[in-house]
């Protein structure tokens, strides 16, 4: 399999800006999800980079940077809503075709 | 409605009695893909399928079975289920080719005494 890491935990405070990082290490690289699972709920598609660079969508970028096999995702204006698990995805190109690998997952805390 | 649908959501049964949860997906994606997720564990892969009739074992296989007759289904099978078991499962689809992501079903959660 793939080695994919990501923090276990966050904190932070409603307004603020946080970055949840994510590095992996993978053979055919063919691409960098981020998804965001409430708990007992199914993961949710967030950003997607397969290019090195930062992909903005509204509230929510991801950056990447392939040869140093990092990721990041940035949530600005931070909303209590935002309180979940933030998952690294990594699809790794086998036989021409896609197989996903998930991160354990970094769980934010957003307080008032 | 494009969707990945899950049945049961929730299901409570006993060690060794045989239990199926369904997956169907109405995207006509060649990938499918069941998880398992526990605490501190994330999601692990349990088997995938390239298209119809093709399926190979995940990362955690032992224990469970798979069928994929049609593109748009591919439910999972527990023969025998034990205790360790016990867990939050998805099924998820993709096309095979190209960027598109994961989508996920609702998820099933499964306590088995």
């Known amino acids: 399999g793939q080695n994919i890491d990501q923090p276990t935990e966050m904190t932070a405070t409603e307004g603020a800006i946080v970055q949840i990082n994510c590095t992996y290490q993978?053979?055919?690289?063919?691409?960098l999800f981020w998804y965001q699972q409430h708990a007992g709920e199914a993961p949710t598609f967030l950003s997607y980079?397969?290019?090195?660079g930062l992909e903005e969508k509204g509230r929510f970028s991801s950056f990447l940077s392939r040869s140093k096999g990092y990721s990041y995702l940035l949530l600005k204006e931070l909303q209590m809503k935002d309180s979940a698990s933030y998952l690294c995805?990594?699809?790794?190109?086998?036989?021409?075709?896609?197989?996903?690998?998930f991160g354990s997952g970094t769980k934010l805390n957003v307080k008032p | 409605e494009a969707q990945v649908t899950q049945n049961p959501r929730y299901l409570i049964t006993v060690t060794g009695k045989k239990l199926t949860v369904t997956c169907s997906q109405n995207?006509?994606?060649?990938?499918m893909s069941w998880y398992r997720q526990d605490p501190g564990l994330g999601l692990r892969q349990i088997y995938y399928?390239?298209?119809?009739?093709?399926?190979d074992k995940g990362d955690v296989p032992e224990g469970y079975k798979v069928s994929r007759k049609e593109k748009r289904n591919f439910p999972l099978i527990l023969e025998s289920p034990s205790p360790n078991q016990t867990s939050l499962y998805f099924c998820?689809?993709?096309?095979?080719?190209?960027?598109?992501?994961?989508?996920f079903g609702n998820g099933t959660r499964l306590t088995v005494t």
């Open positions: 993978t053979s055919g690289f063919n691409g």
């Open positions: 995805a990594v699809r790794d190109k086998w036989n021409n075709f896609n197989k996903f690998y």
């Open positions: 980079n397969v290019l090195d």
């Open positions: 998820a689809s993709s096309p095979g080719q190209g960027y598109s992501p994961l989508h």
């Open positions: 399928s390239m298209n119809v009739e093709v399926t």
């Open positions: 995207m006509n994606h060649e990938y």
